[in-house]
């Protein structure tokens, strides 16, 4: 069964920085791409990164880019989102999530979600 | 970026009928798209992916279609589970994006 439990999320102020990390189970997880996607209160969907199984490809939302980071350590089988210079409009739910296949960018798999609210 | 416009925003419909919710997007993006099914404080459910496959334990009253610009999910008979917002996605071209979701809600 495939399971992605997020953690690290929390109230942060503006300008702050946080850590998400995101444990995986039940699936070769070096063999899949992963993906954070947000989503603020009362609002829909909105794709932050993704990073390829191997980690040697990254891509960011415009909205993100220059601020967050995504790695991953395959040796732990654990995403992480490493997010600086944390704004107000960064508040939502933080999803961790699996991509289906290498010819599929579409999400099989989502975790919980973690709260990060960004407030002074 | 690649915009994703999904219409209509809000869906009233009652158990029974057939449903069509239609996203649009900016530039062609083959059959790169999929759809997810959310509850309110739950997670996105895969529904559809490449467009028109269903993905594995979905009900097969779920279908979509489309190519190029402009794909339609489908709900042919409305159960009361399915009430629920609706989100369209593009993986064509990255930044991928989401469309601003449909709400389904019971008449």
């Known amino acids: 069964e495939v399971k992605l439990l997020e953690s690290g999320g929390g109230l942060v102020q503006p300008g702050g920085s946080l850590r998400l990390s995101c444990a995986a189970s039940?699936?070769?997880?070096?063999?899949?791409?992963m993906s954070w996607v947000r989503q603020a209160p009362g609002k829909g969907l909105e794709w932050v990164s993704i990073?390829?199984?191997?980690?040697?490809?990254?891509y960011y939302a415009d909205s993100v880019k220059g601020r967050f980071i995504i790695s991953r350590d395959n040796s732990k089988n654990t995403l992480y989102l490493q997010m600086n210079s944390l704004r107000a409009e960064d508040t939502a739910v933080y999803y961790c999530?699996?991509?289906?296949?290498?010819?599929?960018?579409?999400?099989?798999?989502w975790g919980q979600g973690t709260q990060v609210t960004v407030s002074s | 970026d690649i915009q994703m416009t999904q219409s209509p925003a809000t869906l009233s419909a009652s158990v029974g009928d057939r449903v069509t919710i239609t996203c649009r997007a900016s530039?062609?993006?083959?059959?790169?798209l999929a759809w997810y099914q959310q509850k309110p404080g739950k997670a996105p459910k895969l529904l559809i992916y490449?467009?028109?496959s269903l993905e594995s334990g979905v009900p097969s009253r779920f279908s979509g279609s489309g190519s190029g610009t402009e794909f339609t999910l489908t709900i042919s008979s409305l159960q009361p589970d399915d009430f629920a917002a609706y989100y369209c996605?593009?993986?064509?071209?990255?930044?991928?994006?989401f469309g601003q979701g449909t709400k389904l809600e019971i008449k």
């Open positions: 530039q062609t993006i083959s059959t790169y």
């Open positions: 990073m390829s199984g191997s980690g040697g490809t990254t």
């Open positions: 999530a699996k991509v289906r296949g290498a010819s599929s960018g579409a999400i099989d798999y």
């Open positions: 996605q593009q993986f064509n071209t990255y930044p991928y994006t």
């Open positions: 039940g699936f070769t997880f070096s063999s899949y791409g």
């Open positions: 490449k467009a028109s």
